[in-house]
């Protein structure tokens, strides 16, 4: 009935670090009512042979773009961006105990600068930086060690940089490893922990926590269950089910981005690297009109955003804070 996948390995992930595809840890947002949800496993005892290839592999393609409106950066300047999202990914199951999945995710970031102020340095810098692109290729396995226990190990290669920045500057990796324990059909919880070098920087170890908890038949509180190409950490939602095909959430997380820049502008910071924090705070509307196909509509504010400019060698040139920014967004995904 559960499923650990990459979704389990996002939770560690801080922004684009991994992009989300495919199914999903827990649930994996099955019917809520036991009647419907039991329904697949009490089609297995007939034809399991034919049960057993069509279910072996499974894919998906999913997308969503996300626009954060203009806001004011301490010491002067505004800034804006739009986000556009695109992941692929299939699901193998070698066997019922091991699961594999593989995934390619990309993220273009638009960012539009504007003013004059402190964050943008002296001499002034008219845009730190422009479009960022960011792709991620993973691999994870996962295990069903009996009733309760499952584990994931996986590992990623990611490249993000500004356009025309330098590619072979732009890399970073790592794996990332976990577990959870499934208490009952409403409740499982765990933690990973994920590794990953970065950009003019040292490792990163980010722990993170697996919670998908059914409080009733309608309310949970969960960090699976929303866009699969929304990427970084999952954070935490609490979800309420208006019926089957549609639901509400109210949830927020920690997101932070690191790229290389490339070598227009100034010499200071040509092929430096910039940076990118917020926590978003966001309501979720999605819309299932059929099993295969999901629709996501969101709007949030982000707060605590700040932002970062280095040099090649990843010495801090600027860093400011900017105020609250609201933002809304749409995601579509397949599953087949």
């Excluded at 990623?156 to 732009?170: K, P």
């Excluded at 038949?217 to 190409?229: D, K, Y």
Aim: with cysteine.
């Amino acid at each position: 009935m559960l499923y650990l996948s990459h979704r389990m390995a996002g939770t560690a992930v801080l922004s684009s670090l991994f992009l989300i595809t495919g199914p999903a840890w827990s649930q994996d947002g099955e019917p809520l009512f036991e009647s419907d949800a039991m329904t697949q496993e009490s089609t297995g005892s007939e034809g399991e042979g034919g049960t057993d290839t069509e279910d072996s592999l499974r894919w998906n393609v999913a997308g969503g773009n996300i626009y954060q409106f203009g806001t004011n950066i301490d010491g002067g300047g505004k800034y804006s961006v739009n986000r556009t999202f695109l992941g692929a990914g299939a699901e193998f199951k070698y066997s019922p105990a091991l699961t594999l999945d593989f995934d390619i995710g990309m993220e273009w970031d638009n960012y539009d600068f504007s003013g004059k102020g402190d964050f943008f340095g002296n001499p002034a810098v008219q845009d730190p930086w422009g479009s960022v692109f960011d792709l991620t290729l993973s691999a994870v396995s996962n295990w069903r060690l009996d009733d309760h226990w499952r584990m994931i190990l996986g590992g990623f290669v990611r490249w993000s940089g500004e356009n025309d920045a330098d590619f072979t500057e732009s890399f970073s990796g790592g794996g990332v490893f976990g577990g959870a324990y499934v208490f009952s059909d409403d409740l499982s919880l765990g933690a990973t922990l994920l590794v990953t070098t970065q950009i003019e920087d040292g490792l990163l170890w980010i722990p993170s926590p697996i919670v998908d908890w059914k409080i009733n038949r309608q309310l949970f509180i969960s960090n699976m269950r929303g866009p699969t190409t929304y990427p970084a950490s999952l954070g935490l939602e609490i979800v309420y089910y208006l019926n089957e095909d549609m639901n509400i959430s109210l949830g927020g997380r920690y997101e932070y981005r690191r790229f290389r820049l490339n070598d227009d502008g100034p010499a200071a910071i040509r092929d430096g690297v910039g940076g990118e924090r917020t926590f978003p705070i966001w309501l979720r509307f999605e819309w299932r009109p059929i099993e295969q196909i999901r629709l996501h509509v969101l709007a949030g504010v982000n707060f605590g955003q700040r932002l970062q400019l280095e040099n090649s060698r990843g010495d801090l040139l600027s860093e400011e804070d900017t105020n609250p920014s609201p933002f809304i967004g749409c995601f579509l995904g397949f599953n087949f």
